[in-house]
Nanobody
Framework: QVQLVESGGGLVQAGGSLRLSCAAS????????MGWFRQAPGKEREFVAA????????YYADSVEGRFTISRDDAKNTVYLQMNSLKPEDTAVYYC?????????????????WGQGTQVTVSS
């Protein structure tokens, strides 16, 4: 069983930045693909970014491409989401997820493990 714990959320003004972190308990963290998803009030959970095992590839939703960067530090069992140029529409609960196949896909159903989420609020 893998436990994921997100941190780094908070309140920020539009145009500002935040860095989210997700610490994993997995002994073999490097084999997992990792993703970030978000869910705004009244909306479905949506894909934000993903990174494959061994940091081979990264993927982004069109809405965050060029503003957000996903990265991982396998020595620290941690994945990050650097969020720049934040917009009010980025306001949501952000979830970290782990994919045991290592592919780090775009769809929720491909992920085996989920964190509890961290709130990001962007004020205008």
């Amino acid at each position: 069983q893998v436990q994921l714990v997100e941190s780094g959320g908070g309140l920020v003004q539009a145009g500002g930045s935040l860095r989210l972190s997700c610490a994993a308990s997995a002994r073999t963290f490097s084999v997992y693909g990792m993703g970030w998803f978000r869910q705004a009030p009244g909306k479905e959970r949506e894909f934000v970014a993903a990174i494959t095992r061994n940091d081979i590839n990264t993927y982004y939703a069109d809405s965050v491409e060029g503003r957000f960067t996903i990265s991982r530090d396998d020595a620290k069992n941690t994945v990050y989401l650097q969020m720049n140029s934040l917009k009010p529409e980025d306001t949501a609960v952000y979830y970290c997820a782990g994919d045991s196949t290592g592919w780090g896909r775009r769809t929720l159903e491909e992920y085996d493990y989920w964190g509890q989420g961290t709130q990001v609020t962007v004020s205008s």
